[in-house]
T-cell receptor
Framework: SQELEQSPQSLIVQEGKNLTINCTSS?????LYWYKQKYGEGLIFLMM?????EEKSHEKITAKLDEKKQQSSLHITASQPSHAGIYLC??????????FGAGTRLTVKP | NAGVTQTPKFQVLKTGQSMTLQCAQD?????MSWYRQDPGMGLRLIHY???????DQGEVPNGYNVSRSTTEDFPLRLLSAAPSQTSVYFC??????????????FGEGSRLTVL
């Protein structure tokens, strides 16, 4: 989707390292979703952010929403091999039309 | 609770053949949608429906038809398959997105190859 740009496209980190994935929108963000996809499988919902400045955490994953910058970041602390996969951000463009970024492929080396 | 069920999981077609990808959900969700996933391009929205009898086009609707005769089902039809439609297709559903946006629940995907 051209509306959502994710960076980096791929990331290789050593186990135990921290990392950040960014999602930038060309339009005002009213809600931002993060999903994880394991290779060849379906999508797993991680978090939803709706308000500017909102920050949510689940286990070692933290997501923040900066409405002014039209950007969200996903931060993983002390990465583990189980974190490997494709991370996708999604946003409602208009009622019913939900778009996704191209995804960030994360590899965690043991 | 089955969630979102897609069939078939794998399909091989020849160019010009038609087929229907089935999607059913048992969560009484108003909203349903179809995405295709291609390498390096993430998920692209094909069609979506905000309720029975209502459908709308997404980002890449050409070559695909949908209908929503019941709340539970949202089939995706390929009328004349083309190699460019080789992809992994995901069906998703959620509660009413126009008034109460929330997470999308995804099916496990259908891998389609068009020769």
């Amino acid at each position: 989707s051209q509306e959502l740009e994710q960076s980096p496209q791929s990331l290789i980190v050593q186990e135990g390292k921290n990392l950040t994935i960014n999602c930038t929108s060309s339009k005002t963000l009213y809600g931002l979703y993060w999903y994880k996809q394991k290779y060849g499988e379906g999508l797993i919902f991680l978090m939803m952010l709706q308000k500017g400045g909102e920050e949510k955490s689940h286990e070692k994953i933290t997501a923040k929403l900066d409405e002014k910058k039209q950007q969200s970041s996903l931060h993983i602390t002390a990465s583990q091999p189980s974190h490997a996969g494709i991370y996708l951000c999604g946003a409602d463009i208009r009622g019913g039309d939900m778009r996704f970024g191209a995804g960030t492929r994360l590899t965690v080396k043991p | 609770n089955a969630g979102v069920t897609q069939t078939p999981k794998f399909q091989v077609l020849k160019t010009g053949q038609s087929m229907t990808l089935q999607c059913a959900q048992d969560m009484n969700h108003e909203y349903m949608s179809w995405y295709r996933q291609d390498p390096g391009m993430g998920l692209r929205l094909i069609h979506y429906s905000v309720g029975a009898g209502i459908t709308d086009q997404g980002e890449v609707p050409n070559g695909y038809n949908v209908s929503r005769s019941t709340t539970e089902d949202f089939p995706l039809r390929l009328l004349s398959a083309a190699p460019s439609q080789t992809s992994v297709y995901f069906c998703a559903s959620s509660w009413d997105r126009t008034t109460n946006a929330g997470e999308l629940f995804f099916g496990e995907g259908s891998r389609l190859t068009v020769l």
